[in-house]
Structure formats: structure tokens, C-alpha cells
């Protein structure tokens, strides 16, 4: 079995589009990759969003690995030019209460979560255990598809999950869950 860490993206900026770290961001993502260094890992994927990619080159330079995209990891949806914020969050709110529910810009979450899983299928032949450095909302996608909604969080459902958590799979097994402590 491969072990799969789901790395969040660090902190973005607050802004529409493909936005970048923040300072306290970039400060997450160098503890993550040097939590990570100490982990084994044998390859870095990312989502090609620019949030993913700064926090998994934080990786990659502390590794010595080489930075793979795949743009199944990609979020559930994002917010674009021209598009009101109150719009996304109502989509984003129904992907929530709707599994199946298909937003004016992105996937349904059972479409996401469905990729993300496809995905890591794909990546099981690597060696040694995999950072995939993602999306909050696309992580709870793949966390609904593999225990189901009564077992995710009520806070990752609502709130989203932290800048730079953790969850560690062992194959398709879920052993933990948004973990922080390496940023202590």
C-alpha cells in the first residue's frame, strides 16, 4: 500500500483567481516541507493552481524531488474574474448540501472527489509514500467518496481544511485527518 500525505496549500491571499501564498504561508509551508523531509517521501504531486505549486516547491527544495503536476488535483471550483462573490459561495455552499450539485465554474463534489480518487489510484505504483499537495474543498470531496459525509468533520464541511494540514492515507484508508501538529 502506498502511504498518501493530502497536503492543504499554505495560506493564500485573499484575492480572485489564481492567487499566491501570503508571508505566514510561505512560513507553513517550509515547516510542512520540513516535517515532510524527515517523512520518506519518494514524489511530490501538486494541483497546477498557483497556491498548490509555491506550497509543493517549498517541498520539492527540501526533498531534492522533482515537482509533478496533475490537474485532477486540482479544487472543486475557484473563483474567477467577473464572478460575484456572493454567486461562488452559494455554489460552493449547494456543492456542500448536494454531492451532485454542478456550480457555473467547476465540478460537483462527487465529480471532484471522483478525480482526486482516480488520481491517487494512478499514483499507488510510486515509491515510497507521495505528497499531494491540494485543495481543502477537493480533499473533503475525497474524504465524502471514501467514509462517507457522517464521517467527515462538521468543521472541515463548513469551515474548510487548514492552511497546510495533513491527512494521511494508507492506500484508500483514511488514518488521520487535517493534522496540524507538524506546525507546532
Known sequence: MTLFYLVQHAEK???LGDPGLTALGRRQAARTAKWLQHAGIGSVFSSPLQR???TAQFITAASGLQLQ???RLRER???ADGEPIEEFLADW???VRDRDFVPRSGDSSR???ARFLSCLADLGAEQGPVAVVTHGGVTVDLLRTLIGDE???DRLMHEGVPSCAITTLDGMAVASIASQAHLQ
Open 69 to 71: 503536476e496533475d490537474d
Open 77 to 79: 471550483m475557484n473563483w
Open 111 to 113: 465529480n471532484a472527489g
Open 52 to 54: 498548490a505549486r509555491e
Open 151 to 153: 464521517a467527515v468533520p
Open 93 to 95: 455552499a449547494a456543492t
Open 13 to 15: 491571499e485573499r484575492q
